[in-house]
């Protein structure tokens, strides 16, 4: 079990050095994966009449179908588009191979009341419940209908409940923009679906830690509920589900892309400056041959200092709707707190660092605090950027 909390530790710096999105797009959802739950010889849960396999298949192509009607620009992708059997683990080289912005699970519930209703949106993170540690087991076991699966995944057993919480200690690198797209997501199942909304959620499904971009686990109802399980065998029902679903994805998309425009603006704008800045004192360097030397020697300390300590690593603990001080006494205890403004939510960050390494040190501090959901956020100057985009930064000065 030690060896598999390490992998997990590694694994969290890992995904943030993943291939980058093209400069050129003007996008910041161009890809997404849709992921049908189980399949093959893997039924998932078992209705009275029906197959959670079954299901979520039908309930994915339906979506696919929506998408390319109505978002043609975007490319749709399936880890399965009929009924076999894939490993968790390739679901997720599905996705990272193709560079994929956008992850979606589709599942139905079960459990042992068949009074249980409702649709429930999980993003990857702690169990915050034992009923939310328990949808996670449930399908956490697909890994027991493959091959050698304690070898592929490092000694995990979804059996075991020392793994479960071990499990439950890795966060996801786009846990922001995954718990974004739930939240959308189980608004449209309230609003215009009319279905019971047990909430976003957080636990540690296998088919979530590996992926490299933001992605939810969908369970889109109960078929231990027998008038469930007949709203989601229906052709109406199922088309209900993938409809909400679409809105959901149609919105983040909306929503992402204007921030992905406001962040290039920023950058050419920065680029621009820059570029003025290193003009400006060419032009004033000797000439001859030693004029690139001088110009090297002679440059501004103080621009040179904050080009290499602009960019900085921080740990988002809470957010809220409204604003309140730094030195609010509820933070009474904690170093460099700092409150930024983000997607209509006042979001709060303790400690500042240089490094990812150094702000996962202060990441498990905070969680042994109990703030068991901190985690890292990337800033060039005083302005949020994904993980992704401070570490591509990062490497370009170092090849400088």
Not at 16 to 35: G, K, L, R
Not at 214 to 221: D, K, S
Not at 231 to 244: D, F, N
Not at 299 to 307: A, G, K, S, V
Request: charged share 25%.
């Amino acid at each position: 079990m030690k060896r598999f909390g390490a992998y997990f530790g590694i694994l969290l710096i890992l995904v943030c050095f993943q291939p980058f999105e093209s400069e050129a797009s003007s996008s910041a959802v161009n890809t997404v994966v849709i992921d049908p739950g189980h399949g093959g010889r893997e039924p998932g849960a078992v209705g009275r009449h029906s197959l959670e396999k079954d299901i979520a298949l039908s309930i994915s192509l339906k979506l696919g179908e929506y998408i390319n009607q109505h978002l043609p620009e975007v490319e749709v992708l399936f880890t399965r588009d009929k009924d076999v059997f894939v490993p968790l683990h390739e679901r997720a080289r599905i996705a990272n191979s193709n560079n994929a912005d956008l992850f979606i699970s589709i599942h139905c519930n079960s459990t042992g009341s068949s009074r249980a209703r409702g649709t429930e949106t999980f993003v990857m993170g702690l169990h915050r419940s034992e009923a939310n540690l328990e949808v996670a087991r449930r399908e956490n076991k697909s890994i027991l209908y493959e091959d050698d699966y304690l070898e592929t995944y490092d000694g995990f057993d979804p059996r075991s409940p020392e793994a479960n919480i071990i499990f439950s200690l890795y966060q996801n690198a786009y846990l922001d923009q995954s718990l974004k797209m739930a939240s959308l997501v189980q608004d449209q199942f309230r609003e215009r679906a009319r279905r019971i909304d047990r909430g976003v959620k957080q636990a540690g499904f296998l088919v979530l830690y590996e992926i490299t971009m933001p992605g939810i686990l969908v369970e889109t109802g109960f078929l231990s509920n027998p008038a469930e399980e007949q709203y989601l065998m229906s052709e109406s029902g199922q088309a209900y589900i993938a409809s909400a679903i679409f809105r959901a994805i149609r919105d983040y998309k909306e929503e992402q892309d204007a921030l992905f425009a406001d962040q290039s603006h920023n950058r050419n704008a920065r680029s621009n400056s820059l570029s003025g800045i290193t003009e400006s004192t060419q032009d004033a360097s000797p000439s001859g041959s030693d004029s690139h030397a001088t110009a090297d020697s002679s440059r501004n300390p103080d621009m040179t200092e904050m080009e290499e300590a602009d960019i900085t690593f921080r740990v988002q603990f809470t957010s809220m709707a409204e604003k309140v001080s730094p030195d609010d006494s509820r933070f009474n205890g904690m170093d460099d707190v700092y409150v930024y403004h983000y997607e209509g939510l006042y979001r709060y960050t303790a400690g500042q660092a240089s490094t990812l390494e150094q702000a996962n040190v202060i990441q498990m501090s905070l969680q042994d605090a109990g703030y068991h959901d901190a985690f890292v956020v990337a800033f060039l100057d005083d302005e949020r950027i994904s993980a992704r985009e401070a570490i591509r930064l990062l490497q370009e000065r170092e090849t400088q």
